[in-house]
């Protein structure tokens, strides 16, 4: 069994992560960089090493400092939340030669996964359906144009090796074609090191819905129902919610069985999600595979009871799930709020400043994940993303009161939020009747 986790994250996954250890008995490490040293991981952990200066580079991305953390504190495994080293395979391999568990999925099926060229050729084989486009690297602008002739405007141009949003540009004429194709290939080397662009169809007004799967090393795999991610801005979820109000029950299981397909093709041992986009005519196409736990996790454990922190961590002492698919039951509806700090009347700026006041909303059903507490100072160095409100209800329609509930309960005082602006989505006729799709705020923004 797995006796000290060393962490490497920080924020609200790497508070998740500490919570889930002390419920198991498992001694914990926080790193922390100088911008949070009086971070609420920080605390909670049984010990904390510095890993370096604020900039990302140089603390939560930096293997050698986090690997000499462990060293030096005896931990035997690393969990790496989201982000930052999450999915990093050279990473993965530096800890198993230092003999410390990563908790996670093997480096070979994180390869394979991380490049979403390979990845689309693997599903393929596995007859899981992908979007129509390039199966092989882009070579240039002119390359690019000659594919998207046959494919058909409009289309996405995309980082092999990319996620969270980044290395993607929309592409309508072949004017257009090389403006997008250039600056796509400069942020992907710049956010992965990798320029490699692929193409792929843009399927507009499209649901974006993913499906959890749990994968343990003798194997086992199951899937644990979808999460409805489609309201997005500029490729950023904003909130989530398990089920999806538009999947069938019979749609559902093949969407299920298909993820499960996707990640025995992958040799997936781990937590994970297979990402699909989906038309209106209900026909799902592989985006990807993210090979770690989500932000949104939290409402799949709301609607089917499953930790999948402590199952991460399980999976990676090698210890099998114990359960089969039809063990897993979903149960009535969850919604996560993603809470940033963020000033929405200018154009979603981050904001900065010390937490003065603190009121998180309570209840039955009802669930905030964060590290925030009052005195807290929000660095500038990362993600926006202060925290996540969570609810469960038996139905949909009481889970969106619930959530309208606690968003005005919810009180944030230092910084300006985007609380305001999830409350006002909730009143949305398209999202009250579940009419979602991944361009939706884009339209209620201009509207």
Do not use: W
Request: glycine fraction near 8%.
């Amino acid at each position: 069994m797995i006796n000290k986790v060393l962490v490497a994250n920080r924020g609200e996954i790497a508070v998740r992560v500490i919570r889930a250890c002390r419920e198991m008995g498992i001694a914990t490490v926080a790193v922390y960089s100088t911008a949070d040293k009086t971070a609420l991981h920080t605390q909670l952990a049984d010990e904390a090493v510095c890993i370096g200066a604020p900039a990302p580079k140089d603390s939560y991305l930096n293997p050698y400092n986090i690997l000499s953390a462990a060293h030096i504190t005896g931990a035997d495994a690393i969990h790496p939340g989201y982000g930052f080293l999450s999915e990093n395979p050279k990473f993965v391999r530096m800890c198993h030669k230092s003999n410390i568990v990563f908790i996670g999925p093997d480096a070979e099926a994180m390869e394979k996964m991380g490049n979403k060229l390979m990845a689309c050729k693997i599903m393929t084989g596995a007859d899981v359906p992908i979007i129509p486009g390039s199966l092989d690297p882009l070579k240039d602008a002119r390359d690019a144009k000659k594919i998207a002739s046959k494919v058909g405007y409009p289309i996405m141009i995309k980082a092999a090796s990319g996620g969270g949003g980044r290395g993607i540009r929309r592409v309508v004429s072949e004017e257009d074609m090389e403006g997008a194709f250039n600056s796509a290939a400069a942020e992907a080397i710049a956010a992965f090191g990798d320029g490699t662009l692929y193409m792929e169809k843009c399927i507009d007004n499209a649901r974006h819905i993913e499906v959890q799967i749990m994968c343990d090393n003798f194997g086992n795999a199951v899937h644990l129902f979808e999460r409805e991610c489609s309201l997005q801005r500029r490729n950023q979820k904003m909130m989530e919610e398990a089920p999806s109000p538009f999947l069938s029950k019979e749609k559902r299981m093949e969407m299920g069985d298909a993820a499960v397909r996707a990640a025995r093709a992958a040799g997936y041992n781990s937590a994970g999600t297979i990402e699909f986009l989906v038309d209106r005519e209900g026909n799902y196409y592989f985006m990807e595979l993210n090979a770690r736990v989500q932000v949104e996790h939290p409402v799949t454990e709301m609607v089917t009871g499953v930790d999948i922190v402590k199952t991460q961590i399980l999976i990676a002492a090698n210890i099998n799930l114990g359960y089969e698919q039809e063990d897993v039951k979903l149960h009535g509806h969850a919604i996560e709020c993603r809470i940033n700090a963020e000033d929405t009347t200018r154009n979603f700026m981050p904001s900065v400043g010390t937490i003065k006041m603190l009121h998180v909303p309570g209840g039955p059903g009802i669930r905030f994940d964060t590290a925030m507490y009052v005195g807290y100072k929000v660095p500038p160095n990362y993600d926006s993303m202060i925290g996540k409100l969570i609810v469960y209800a038996p139905t949909r329609d009481l889970a969106l009161a619930k959530m309208r509930s606690a968003l005005t309960e919810l009180v944030v005082d230092g910084v300006e939020t985007n609380i305001d602006f999830q409350f006002d989505l909730l009143h949305n006729p398209d999202v009250v009747k579940g009419n979602l799709d991944t361009g939706l705020i884009g339209r209620i923004m201009e509207g």
